[in-house]
């Protein structure tokens, strides 16, 4: 399994943009599909965005966060990224950074099917 390590949360207005980045190491990322999750106070974890191993083919996004949101993998620097544009004030959350506990994973959008997690990074969005 891989070590993650999220960053780039913050604070930023409603309509604002953040991208957060998941540095990866200790295993082969690029046979590992990566996927974002978030989890906000006193709410289960949930799905945002999914992306298939190496190339990245697949991507997979919960339909609330379509069109805003792309979450993207450089296998060169062994890290994941989600840009995250017209940020609302409902998606205050921490966000997870994760890797799926078998390779050549499509992305999935359980978050049982992933075996390494990172600490999460607080995104905050204010109105």
């Known amino acids: 399994q891989v070590q993650l390590v999220e960053s780039g949360g913050g604070l930023v207005q409603a309509g604002g943009s953040l991208r957060l980045s998941c540095a990866a190491s200790?295993?082969?990322?690029?046979?590992?599909?990566m996927g974002w999750f978030r989890q906000a106070p006193g709410k289960e974890r949930e799905f945002v965005a999914a992306?298939?191993?190496?190339?990245?083919?697949?991507?997979a996004y919960r339909d609330s966060v379509k069109g805003r949101f792309t979450i993207a993998r450089d296998n060169a620097k062994n890290t994941v990224y989600l840009q995250m544009n017209r940020l609302k004030p409902e998606e205050t959350a921490v966000y997870y950074c994760?890797?799926?506990?078998?390779?050549?994973?499509?992305?999935?959008?359980?978050?049982?099917?992933?075996?390494?997690w990172g600490q999460g990074t607080q995104v905050t969005v204010s109105s």
């Open positions: 994760a890797a799926e506990r078998n390779w050549y994973g499509l992305g999935s959008r359980t978050a049982t099917d992933f075996g390494s």
């Open positions: 200790g295993g082969f990322f690029r046979k590992y599909a």
């Open positions: 992306i298939s191993w190496s190339g990245g083919d697949r991507t």
